[in-house]
């Protein structure tokens, strides 16, 4: 007994040690951005360049957001409670985008809208290559396999004797969705969207394919920071950084907060059937 008791223990050293070292990895990468940016911070706002790349990242961001969360929302329910031919096929191609690297899903959406089939978008008004749509395409295809994965889990994670008592009553689906579904997992879309529109202020693989960096006209933080670094102008670049970490940090304190509120219902909920 002792002897497993000190196995135990050792390996709770070890696996803490680790724990340790990775966190002791991740603050000093932070730390190297906060030290050196912070001075430049209050500098950047003054500059026109960087007020234009967070407008910008802003606007991208939020309309990107709000597609992914217009189809990613169906796509995930049908997923999670639907039945229809080759649904795993389905769902198969709709997460391959989660492996594949971004810049390969920028060249992807590059090829499509540099064909007639492009062209003739553009003709009708809609430009996509070097321009700021192209950005909001980009993080659509990033980040559109990422909420529906999202989202299915959170769909999964209901209890669905709920909907299925609610339809024994007469219950339409639509109505079993809007009343039952969508306000229980309320939480877990909120978290997904902030999530996702984080991922879309940092995005930049997907985006330097199919519009480039231009200064002032493609110009989002990612694309400033790399501008910045290339002319040498590092203490830009470093507010730049700065600003995106401020960001991240935030939407991870509200994500952490919806997620501590889906586990106390969810407890309030294993209580109650119990």
Do not use: H
Not at 230 to 258: P, Q
């Amino acid at each position: 007994m002792k002897k497993k008791l000190s196995l135990y223990s050792l390996f709770d050293v070890l696996t803490a040690a680790v724990t340790l070292s990775v966190v002791a990895f991740i603050s000093a990468a932070i730390l190297s951005i906060l030290i050196k940016g912070f001075p430049y911070l209050g500098e950047a706002f003054f500059s026109e360049e960087v007020r234009f790349a967070v407008k910008l990242s802003l606007y991208t961001a939020s309309i990107s957001t709000f597609v992914c969360f217009v189809l990613a929302v169906p796509t995930a329910y049908s997923l999670t409670r639907g039945s229809f031919p080759f649904k795993k096929i389905a769902q198969i191609i709709i997460e391959l985008p989660l492996s594949m690297p971004y810049l390969v899903l920028g060249l992807c959406l590059l090829l499509i809208f540099s064909s007639e089939f492009g062209k003739a978008l553009r003709d009708m008004g809609f430009r996509v290559v070097f321009d700021k749509n192209g950005i909001i395409m980009a993080q659509i295809i990033v980040n559109l396999p990422y909420m529906i994965r999202l989202l299915k889990t959170a769909f999964a994670e209901l209890d669905e004797r709920l909907e299925i008592i609610a339809g024994m009553l007469g219950a339409s689906r639509w109505q079993r969705f809007v009343t039952i579904t969508l306000p229980l997992a309320r939480n877990a879309v909120i978290s997904a969207m902030i999530l996702v529109w984080s991922r879309g202020l940092g995005e930049f693989g997907a985006t330097l394919m199919v519009v480039g960096a231009t200064r002032m006209k493609t110009e989002t933080l990612p694309a400033s920071i790399y501008l910045n670094m290339a002319t040498g102008d590092i203490g830009a670049a470093m507010a730049s950084a700065i600003i995106i970490l401020l960001i991240s940090f935030v939407s991870l304190f509200a994500t952490s907060r919806l997620e501590r509120k889906n586990l106390q219902a969810s407890r309030m909920k294993d209580v109650y059937w119990q």
